[in-house]
């Protein structure tokens, strides 16, 4: 088996999986006290967790505090509706489902739009009344980087906040400036069902769930000394190895594109995280394909979206028709991935497309 599905998850690293243990019973069984508890067992647990808030923040800009929450869909709920008041939230047309369809729950909304190779060009018009502009750092389908830094001074000149679901760029690249910043830890080697917002200071947020406050008055639940530990061991070894990631991810994309050269790429090729290969034939099954490659993991667009019979509205929004949308794959790679990995997924894919293409 090959796993090429890096957008969608990411396999947890050795050293968050340790961590997780340690604080799930602990080598002598004390391990999994409650981190809100008084006693002794409370306080190696809130200890734990102050340390792996460290951890996470030190991959944020200056100046600002990291909320945890369960993931970064309701880290994104959270920036989005507690940032409250009236007026518009823009929000690129290839943003996710977490932003798009909270956005559009709120009171007002606009949608921002991209080029053909999925950029949001920061000049465009935007309503008198944004109160927030939300543009993704890098795209989870199509792996196109934003110019992050011109959004931030836009949103500065129209009074607004700006706010960044940097889910997958955190730990890959230098997270950019905004006030308000989704992560989540499944992304970077780290465990599901835990991520953070980032606020940056001086943002006045309410409370979107009622209960103890846990989260300074933000965000109510007992947190999870496992999780947030093995979130703060992902997080520390993501900064210690971005650069190497890095080049390591470089290197895969390079080959790969040499060995799916034929094929189409869908948004741009030089403003992107090389990571991510969103590719298309044309006349490609793709349902045909998966089922003929179960050996390599892979997907057929986002993995949000899978199965729900729908063109994924990213490729739509770069300009894509139904039938291309539909003929497209996304390959995603990483930290673990070696070049015999894709280079033996390249050539199962590319035959089972050509013998598509053979029989009709």
Not at 117 to 133: A, E, H, W
Request: proline content about 3%; hydrophobic content about 40%.
């Amino acid at each position: 088996m090959i796993y090429l599905d890096y957008q969608a998850t990411t396999p947890l690293a050795p050293e968050a999986r340790d961590a997780m243990l340690r604080h799930l019973d602990g080598p002598d069984g004390t391990g999994f006290g409650n981190p809100h508890s008084p006693h002794k067992f409370g306080r190696q647990a809130a200890a734990a967790i102050e340390l792996a808030r460290e951890r996470v923040a030190a991959l944020f800009p200056s100046g600002g505090q990291v909320i945890f929450t369960g993931g970064a869909t309701e880290a994104l709920n959270l920036a989005i509706r507690g940032s409250g008041g009236s007026g518009a939230v823009a929000f690129s047309a290839i943003e996710h489902s977490a932003v798009g369809d909270t956005a559009r729950d709120g009171s007002g909304h606009h949608v921002l739009a991209v080029d053909e190779y999925g950029v949001c060009d920061p000049s465009q018009d935007l309503p008198k009344d944004t109160r927030m502009i939300a543009v993704m750092q890098v795209n989870n389908e199509i792996g196109v980087v934003q110019p992050s830094a011109d959004w931030h001074r836009r949103a500065k000149e129209a009074g607004a906040l700006f706010c960044v679901d940097a889910v997958q760029a955190y730990g890959k690249v230098a997270v950019a400036e905004a006030d308000l910043i989704a992560v989540s830890a499944h992304k970077l080697h780290g465990p599901k069902g835990v991520g953070a917002l980032w606020v940056r200071d001086g943002i006045d947020l309410k409370q979107q769930q009622t209960g103890g406050g846990q989260e300074a008055g933000l965000r109510s639940g007992t947190l999870s000394p496992a999780l947030i530990a093995g979130f703060g061991a992902a997080a520390h070894i993501a900064a210690d190895r971005m650069e190497q990631d890095a080049e390591h991810a470089a290197q895969l994309w390079h080959r790969m594109r040499t060995l799916f050269e034929r094929w189409e790429l869908n948004g741009s090729a030089d403003a992107r995280w090389h990571g991510n290969l969103n590719i298309r034939k044309e006349g490609l099954d793709v349902s045909r394909l998966m089922s003929e490659c179960r050996t390599i993991m892979f997907s057929a667009g986002s993995a949000c979206a899978s199965g729900s019979g729908r063109p994924s509205h990213v490729l739509k929004a770069i300009g894509l028709t139904d039938a291309q949308a539909k003929s497209s794959i996304r390959l995603g790679w990483g930290r673990y991935t070696t070049m015999d990995d894709i280079e033996k997924a390249a050539g199962i894919i590319v035959a089972a497309a050509k013998e598509q293409d053979q029989w009709g």
